[in-house]
């Protein structure tokens, strides 16, 4: 494809694909199958100029970059996923808080990062780029300067960030997929609730979901979010008639696995020292 007029590539990409959601279009560039005038492209808003020519790369010729070198690497309570100088990726335990609150607890999985790093220099730190709820586990990335956190946020904010989460749910959806589009609101208490989209304190909240499994009483779906709002995939999947596995607070009926069943299992952005595409995984500790 030749462009005629300045873009943004991730425009040029909605012309080419109308049909492709932006999620898919991220993913197209964080996985190496984007080209402009031959080179591999990440950054969804690199700017095209007339002439230049944009050309998508079947999956088995994209270039992939996955530096999950350290994969697995364990350290007392914590499970290193990937490090290096610029970047900690960890697999969050469900039940444990991503960092302290006004309560000032103890120990959270930011608290446990910094004492694995400070083993090494009593000096380091580690600057907080996202957050999971308490009872969701899965891929957590810690900066290791504010430099570089500011930049990850900056991809978070502009929905730079493929992110995938897996949820197992009472009873089976109707359709193998679908968009939850809704406005939530959460009141003094930390409690989140869906509110007509003229509420003044509403926020646009959407996720993207799919069956990849299920059997006579749950179901494993496949997540993306494009927001990242709090308990976001738990309140969309209890208003479309099928709450997460262990819920109660949701409208779950049982809590058999003694968790709940949210675990955010990929993410994918680009490297904050190299901007290359990166990918970190942590594997799905339930099914149906």
Same mark, same amino acid.
């Given at each position: 494809?030749?462009?005629?007029?300045?873009?943004?590539? #991730?425009?040029?990409?909605?012309?080419? %694909?109308?049909?492709?959601?932006?999620?898919?279009?991220?993913?197209?560039?964080?996985?190496?199958?984007?080209?402009?005038?031959?080179? *591999?492209?990440?950054?969804?808003?690199?700017?095209?100029?007339?002439?230049?020519? =944009?050309?998508?790369?079947?999956?088995?010729?994209?270039? +992939? =970059?996955?530096?999950?070198?350290?994969?697995? +690497?364990?350290? @007392?309570?914590?499970? #290193?996923?990937?490090?290096?100088?610029?970047?900690?990726? =960890?697999?969050?335990?469900?039940?444990?808080?991503?960092?302290?609150?006004?309560?000032?607890?103890?120990?959270?999985?930011?608290?446990?990062? *910094? /004492?694995?790093?400070? @083993?090494?220099?009593?000096?380091?730190?580690?600057?907080?780029?996202?957050?999971? /709820?308490?009872?969701?586990?899965g891929v957590m990335i810690f900066a290791k300067? +504010?430099?570089?956190?500011?930049?990850?946020?900056? @991809? %978070?904010?502009?929905?730079?960030?493929?992110? $995938?989460?897996?949820?197992?749910?009472?009873?089976?959806?109707?359709?193998?997929? !679908?968009? #939850? &589009?809704?406005w939530l609101f959460e009141d003094k208490f930390?409690? *989140?609730?869906?509110?007509?989209?003229?509420?003044?304190?509403?926020?646009?909240?959407?996720?993207?979901?799919?069956?990849?499994?299920?059997? $006579?009483?749950?179901?494993?779906?496949?997540?993306?979010?494009?927001?990242?709002?709090?308990?976001?995939? &738990?309140? !969309?999947l209890s208003n479309l008639g099928h709450p =997460?596995?262990?819920? $109660?607070?949701? !409208?779950? &009926? !049982? $809590?058999?696995?003694?968790? #709940?069943?949210?675990?955010?299992?990929?993410?994918?952005?680009?490297?904050? /020292?190299?901007?290359?595409?990166?990918?970190?995984?942590?594997?799905?500790?339930?099914?149906?």
């Amino acid at each position: 494809m030749e462009i005629d007029s300045e873009m943004e590539l #991730i425009e040029a990409l909605s012309v080419y %694909f109308p049909n492709s959601s932006k999620n898919k279009l991220r993913k197209m560039l964080t996985t190496g199958r984007v080209t402009v005038d031959g080179s *591999v492209v990440h950054k969804a808003k690199t700017t095209l100029k007339p002439g230049n020519v =944009v050309e998508i790369l079947d999956k088995e010729t994209a270039v +992939k =970059v996955n530096p999950n070198k350290d994969s697995g +690497k364990e350290y @007392q309570r914590i499970k #290193i996923l990937f490090e290096d100088d610029h970047i900690i990726v =960890v697999n969050k335990q469900a039940g444990l808080l991503s960092v302290s609150t006004d309560k000032l607890e103890p120990d959270t999985l930011h608290s446990r990062v *910094v /004492d694995y790093l400070q @083993q090494g220099n009593r000096k380091a730190w580690v600057f907080v780029v996202h957050r999971l /709820d308490r009872e969701t586990s899965g891929v957590m990335i810690f900066a290791k300067n +504010k430099q570089h956190k500011e930049y990850l946020q900056e @991809q %978070f904010a502009n929905r730079e960030v493929h992110r $995938n989460y897996h949820a197992m749910v009472e009873g089976i959806p109707v359709n193998s997929h !679908g968009t #939850i &589009r809704e406005w939530l609101f959460e009141d003094k208490f930390l409690n *989140v609730r869906s509110v007509d989209k003229k509420h003044p304190k509403a926020k646009l909240a959407i996720t993207h979901w799919e069956i990849e499994d299920s059997d $006579n009483v749950a179901s494993l779906l496949s997540l993306t979010i494009e927001t990242g709002r709090r308990h976001q995939i &738990r309140v !969309g999947l209890s208003n479309l008639g099928h709450p =997460v596995v262990g819920d $109660n607070l949701h !409208g779950a &009926r !049982g $809590n058999p696995i003694g968790r #709940i069943a949210l675990h955010a299992s990929s993410i994918e952005l680009l490297h904050p /020292d190299t901007d290359d595409p990166v990918r970190f995984e942590a594997p799905i500790p339930f099914g149906p």
